[in-house]
T-cell receptor
Framework: DAKTTQPPSMDCAEGRAANLPCNHS???????VYWYRQIHSQGPQYIIH???NNETNEMASLIITEDRKSSTLILPHATLRDTAVYYC?????????????FGQGTRLTINP | NAGVTQTPKFQVLKTGQSMTLQCAQD?????MSWYRQDPGMGLRLIHY???????DQGEVPNGYNVSRSTTEDFPLRLLSAAPSQTSVYFC?????????????FGQGTRLTVV
């Protein structure tokens, strides 16, 4: 699986959009980009994933650059409950391989 | 819908004791796995299962055993607890990671070995 690089920490004001970057310059053609978050020692929570196209769900949007070497997770209207560690993971989804490699992630703090 | 349920939530063991961490899911997921998370670190895969009767080792399997007799349950056994196994343990399940589906995690078991 390709290596990812994320900033260790970010701050965002409540109500504003939080944009979390992830660099994955060695990503291969069949690797997906996944985002999870972990709120204060709870179990990780899936947010979104994508391959090439931008994706949106009820939680967030995922913007993947055309060359797929980087991506941005967007929380459109951040709330205090979005304070968490956010993990960007790149992997090939395949049967028999469940390993999710969680790096250090980005600690996002939403300020009132 | 309960999702992934882990018991107990907290446990203190003495060195050399054995115990079983329970994990159950009610989503009929084929795939289940166990991770451990140490302070300031990401999660590391201990063991995983691709279906009832099938298990395999992950990144850090030593000192742990697993079995999968049913689709719903995936217990993790500590054979002889050591202080190095003090950690937070998370169980996860997913329907078919081959199709890019997400993993669902339990709330964790916080284990201290003294």
């Amino acid at each position: 699986d390709a290596k990812t690089t994320q900033p260790p920490s970010m701050d965002c004001a409540e109500g504003r959009a939080a944009n979390l970057p992830c660099n994955h310059s060695t990503i291969s053609g069949n690797e997906y980009v996944y985002w999870y978050r972990q709120i204060h020692s709870q179990g990780p929570q899936y947010i979104i994933h994508g391959l090439k196209n931008n994706e949106t769900n009820e939680m967030a949007s995922l913007i993947i650059t055309e060359d797929r070497k980087s991506s941005t997770l967007i929380l459109p209207h951040a709330t205090l409950r979005d304070t968490a560690v956010y993990y960007c993971i790149v992997r090939v989804p395949q049967r028999g391989d469940q390993k999710l490699v969680f790096g250090q992630g980005t600690r996002l703090t939403i300020n009132p | 819908n309960a999702g992934v349920t882990q018991t107990p939530k907290f446990q203190v063991l003495k060195t050399g004791q054995s115990m079983t961490l329970q994990c159950a899911q009610d989503m009929n997921h084929e795939y289940m796995s166990w991770y451990r998370q140490d302070p300031g670190m990401g999660l590391r895969l201990i063991h995983y299962s691709v279906g009832a009767g099938i298990t395999d080792q992950g990144e850090v399997p030593n000192g742990y055993n697993v079995s999968r007799s049913t689709t719903e349950d995936f217990p993790l056994r500590l054979l002889s607890a050591a202080p190095s196994q003090t950690s937070v343990y998370f169980c996860a399940s997913s329907s078919n990671p081959g199709r890019g589906t997400e993993a669902f995690f339990g709330q964790g078991t916080r284990l201290t070995v003294v």
